[in-house]
Structures are given as C-alpha cells and as structure tokens.
C-alpha cells in the first residue's frame, strides 16, 4: 500500500473516539481525584488506538508512534488514578 494522506479520515476517526468518550465525561461522573484520572487515561487510550489505526492505515510511521505514546500515557494516568482511590479509600478508614 502506497502512502496514503488523509487528513479528513484522521480528523473524522479522532472525532468518532473523542464523541465516544463524551458521555464518560458527562456531569454525573465522579469527582474524586482518582475517577477524574481514570476517565483521562481512558480517553487518552482510545485516542492513542486510533492514532494507531490510522497510523496503520496510511502507513504513517510518525503517527503511530504518536498513538502508542499517547495510549501509554493513558495507561500511566489510570493507574495513578487507581493508586489515588487506593489511597483515599485507606484514609477513609
């Protein structure tokens, strides 16, 4: 496959993650430090996976790149966001 450029699929693609990840973001989502961090880090990743995606698509190594980094941060933010409840909840005791 040809490198292919295609701006609009990538837009539409990050639109697609981002409009999927919106109602984890609505109003009645917890606030605790720790649940805050975690709907972050789920975003983060969905993002990253599609970068990948269309990374993959378009042969673009930079974007894949882009989107492992990406999904790897959101990795790191869930499980500080766990470590918070962690602790939280032993100070709750």
């Known amino acids: 496959m040809s490198s292919i450029r295609i701006p ?3 837009c539409a693609l990050l639109g697609l993650v981002l409009a999927t990840a919106a109602p984890a973001l609505a109003d009645d ?8 961090d975690r709907l972050k880090g789920l975003a983060n990743e969905a993002v990253g996976s599609a970068k990948r995606g269309v990374g ?3 042969e673009d190594e930079a974007l894949k790149a882009e989107g492992r980094e990406q999904k790897l941060r959101g990795q790191a933010l869930q499980e500080r966001g766990k470590a918070k409840d962690t602790i939280e909840n032993a ?3």
Do not use: E, F, Q, W
């Open 56 to 58: 993959n698509l378009t």
């Open 91 to 93: 100070l709750d005791k």
């Open 8 to 10: 609009a699929l990538r």
């Open 29 to 36: 989502t917890p606030t605790t430090a720790g649940a805050v």
